[in-house]
């Protein structure tokens, strides 16, 4: 059971901070429906900063170090990244969802084309990292802990620095979206810009500001996805996670709340197609792994998040409620 | 009324000095001079297009002029955006509410203004200064409401809260009545005077002469973007202010000789319909008739169930079980709208930009909306635009569209009154039997009412059956032969507009009274 909640949370983290990625994005009025293609750029430049950081003794020592600069770089190549799509949709004013389109066909073509170029493979590995004594490490445990107490070990046993740091960052810019001005402004942006225009609000900087904070977002949810769930690996892909977080914010009906709460459930899903052979009850004294034994074929677990999107979503469109204006390129004349 | 609160010998709040605008193709604004004393309560008049929001884009900072200067307490001034107006005390309610849906009330007051610590906003002092405004101009508001869920009388008084919220001092209302009820219009105007017994300065932008000869101290006219002069209040007439407007005289009352009803051309047995949105009935057991060479109008107070009758008339309803719509004698409960259109019922929409036109097809292309597929437009599925093109710049002329392109003018570019009576030319050029017009002179001005007046009565005199919907008490007692009040989804009581008054109607509207047996009966 605390093996199953460990793995979902792990699970849960860059769906909750890419779901939060699409939501800045939409809230101040742009479709950022590239957060998969943001997702697989800072995914491959933060695994590409930490192997470029390795050549350095210093930094073979200090994983945990190297391990939040590239998360840092991630976030810092993703909110660059998005700029392509901020600049074509308000600069522009072209059709956001082929923006987003053309940006999710780019990231794993330039991704891939890097690594095969300057690395002769088909991925990065980050994992496993060896200290300067030859000692493999675990790389971004924050803590290693077999002996606590078991509900703090949900949180506290081999648990990686990027979930404290996505935590706090996920509660943070739920906090300023409601109860800041900036985040006042930037909502007001995302429904009606024409009304926020008429009160003297910069709405193309709003929208620049929201855009960028997803591409961050999405880009660090990229690097934290890689490094946490798929063992250290980047490739041209991410598993359609960042599809999958959008549909976990329209889930959760643009609000923090809802998304966490989406993202908890995918999560979920997410992590049961994985693990779902570990899974044991002990009936006296018998370890049964009752998912095992049912005997249906890995793939039908692997298929359960995407088809629970597509039944989640078909039920709860009716009361979800999008910002009035997102997709629309704000045009000053108009009323 | 209070002159004392104007300050004549000051200098003027506001004065445009020969401000010029210069749009593509059109001069919106041309040498036009605007003097806005303190305290005072200035009416600017024209007619749609004649270059009052323009006048007031400027002043609000939303445009640039091309020439003329703006004084402020007598020293020039600059606006380059709003929030320059802003911090000159110029506050605007947009003709549009500039409101957002999903916020509150508190909200939408503070937003671009907000009071905040290191970012963080301060709601609570922020309500304390808006409940003290409210209370202090009364303007009921609840402060904790969405938008979306108040009245639009309540989305006002939050407009105007915020204008007061930044401390303005100029106070611009641009045709603040045009979507509010009556009651509420009363309030409105005591809200204005309360606002300027207070010292505020207010511009009043509006093109119903009752309304600015109520309430406002002086007048400014604007026609086709020229200035025509400012004129006091108290030393004119509402005929002397139209012919400003205008350029000429206009008639108030419809002209128009005694009906002559002959054939029933309409006529509805037990119509139900279901609304849309709480899936009641909003029009219970209606049973009527209309006959050629008559006009009947439907009144009522808005969201009454006539949307939703027309609905089911024109076809975009659904009728229950049991409702019958006659026409000619034939039963066309269940045919298709174009079934009716080809079969003599044209249909003036109550929204035109939703049902009335494309706004995004030429005015051409508006024009032959229903009747492309005729052989005279089309040969083997391919449109004559030549055929088109004619037949378009003859109802243009004939009906008088003005557009910037004529008929390759995107419907959305041309103003209100002209997309009306482009929407009128196609109607009442097709054959019809039945004109189905549903509240056809809303936001027009006087020059385009008139002419939409008359034309209902022509199509009246040339044996046409009329069915009008209306909620302008004024427009039901001038146009109509025969008027039904409906109320809640009911007709409630039907009258001879000669022998009635607007106060008997009211009470019938309001649900007060109602007539026995009142359904297809004749009242006595």
Redesign the interface.
Known sequence: MIFLLQKTLIFTIPLLIVALAGMYAERSGIINIALDGIMIFGAFSGALCALLLRRTPFFVDHNQLTFVIAMAVAAVSGALFSLLLSFSAIKLKADQTIGGTALNMLAPAIALFFIKVFFFKDQLEMVPAANSEGKVVDFGYVIQNKDMNPVLSIFFDKAYISTFIALAIFILLSVLIYKTKTGLRLRACGEHPQAAASVGIEVNRMRYLGTTVSGALAGFGGYVYIATVANGQATGAVAGMGFLALAIMIFGNWKPLGIALGALFFGFLKCLGVIYDQLSVTINGKEIYFLKELNLPMYFYNLIPYVAVLLVLAFTSKRSRAPKAEGIPYDKGMR | MDKGRINESAPYAVEMRHITKVFPGIVANDDITLQLRRGEIHALLGENGAGKSTLMSVLFG?YQPEGGEIYKDGEKVTIN???DA?ALGIG?V?Q????????TVL??I?????P?TL???RKKEARKKVMRLSEEYGLNVDPDALVEDITVGMQQRTEIL?MLYRDNEILIFDEPTAVLTPQEITELMGIIRGLAAEGKSILFISHKLNEIMEIADRCTVLRKGKYVGTVNISETSKEELSSMMVGRGVKFAVDKDEAKPADTILSIEHLSVKSRIHKKLAVKDVSLEVRSGEIVCIAGIDGNGQSEFVGALSGLEKCEPGSRIVLNGEDVTKKSIRYKNTHGVSHIPEDRHKHGLILDYTLEQNMVLQRYFEPRFQHGGFIKFDEVRGYAEGLIDKYDVRSGQGPLTPARGMSGGNQQKAIIARELDRDHDLLIAVQPTRGLDVGAIEFVHEQIVASRDSGSAVLLVSLELEEVMNLSDRILVMYEGEIVGEFDPKKTTVQELGLYMAGAKRQNGAEGGEAE
């Open positions: 939303l955006d709003p929030n802003n605007m947009h549009h509410f500039k409101l957002v849906d999903v916020f909200d939408n503070i937003l671009g203004t907000e905040s970012g963080f906003l915020k």
